[in-house]
């Protein structure tokens, strides 16, 4: 399993990005849909839970993140996505991906909230 992540950046508050998770020989399946979550590190602070999946169709959140991120499959392109809207700096941070049942992280992405 190798995890590739995109889409990080600097943006304004208030603004959007869109991150992409990407899992080459991921093994995808009706049955085995892809569980992957993704995590965020601040400066100074410990590795958090942002969004994952808790079952085919429910996710969970992070309640700093509630109402503002989305995360979702793209099963054509084996990526999970993180939508991120009304961005505020203390969202900033490297993001992670992690890939739940075989325990590989991605190496990261960087977001940058700020003017």
């Known amino acids: 399993v190798n995890l590739v992540e995109s889409g990080g950046g600097l943006v304004q508050p208030g603004g959007s990005l869109r991150l992409s998770c990407a899992c080459s020989?991921?093994?995808?399946?009706?049955?085995?849909?892809?569980?992957i979550a993704w995590y965020r590190q601040a400066p100074g602070k410990q590795r958090e839970l942002v969004a994952g999946?808790?079952?085919?169709?429910?996710?969970n959140y992070a309640d700093s993140v509630k109402g503002r991120f989305t995360i979702s499959r793209d099963n054509n392109k084996k990526a999970v996505l993180l939508q991120m809207n009304s961005l505020k700096p203390e969202d900033t941070g490297v993001y992670y991906c992690?890939?739940?049942?075989?325990?590989?992280w991605g190496q990261g992405t960087q977001v940058t909230v700020g003017s």
């Open positions: 992690h890939e739940e049942t075989t325990d590989n």
């Open positions: 999946f808790t079952s085919r169709t429910s996710a």
């Open positions: 020989r991921c093994i995808l399946s009706v049955f085995a849909p892809l569980d």
